[in-house]
């Protein structure tokens, strides 16, 4: 199914009261939930799923098998590799949940994280850094470095 500004396969969902900028493409059964903002020119992969009011900037690449919790705000040209999954609850149960266990997590511009990592709630990933695949992100990770491991600890600065 193609939209005026984006594309989208015809067993994705997305929710009507979300806002999907320009040349953005959604692929194959991924799911965008409500009040969802994507920027212009992002490639949404196959099987990723948005949940209700998250950010995501221009530019930006979200592969395959992705999970992006509500309270995640992603700026721009940031990589997400395959099976990352973005958490928001520290304390997780099934019992009494609600809202206010939500923390909120941020990725700033030009971030890159590799594939199978964890991004643990309420950190913020700055901008430039670098998160190796397979990584734990429990904690913030400095502009212009590279990070990885579980806990993802800074390795080096990035170029």
């Known amino acids: 199914?193609?939209?005026?500004?984006?594309?989208?396969?015809?067993?994705?969902?997305?929710?009507?009261?979300?806002?999907?900028?320009?040349?953005?493409?959604?692929?194959?059964?991924?799911?965008i939930r409500e009040n969802v903002m994507i920027g212009k020119n992002v490639t949404i992969g196959q099987n990723v799923y948005i949940d209700e009011g998250?950010?995501?900037g221009d530019n930006c690449k979200i592969q395959n098998n992705v999970s992006v919790y509500k309270g995640v705000v992603i700026g721009n040209e940031v990589f997400v590799g395959p099976s990352v999954v973005f958490t928001n609850d520290l304390y997780p149960k099934v019992k009494d949940w609600s809202e206010e266990r939500l923390t909120k997590t941020v990725?700033?511009?030009?971030?890159?994280?590799?594939?199978?990592?964890?991004?643990?709630?309420?950190?913020?990933?700055?901008?430039?850094?670098?998160?190796?695949?397979?990584?734990v992100v429990t904690k913030d990770i400095p502009k212009n470095k590279l990070a990885y491991g579980n806990p993802a600890r800074v390795i080096k600065d990035r170029n």
Request: net charge negative.
């Open 107 to 135: 990725v700033e511009d030009f971030v890159s994280i590799g594939a199978n990592s964890t991004i643990i709630c309420g950190v913020t990933l700055m901008k430039n850094c670098l998160i190796g695949a397979g990584s």
């Open 1 to 31: 199914m193609e939209n005026n500004n984006f594309t989208q396969h015809e067993t994705s969902i997305v929710s009507d009261r979300s806002t999907i900028g320009k040349d953005t493409k959604i692929w194959h059964f991924s799911h």
């Open 54 to 56: 998250v950010i995501i």
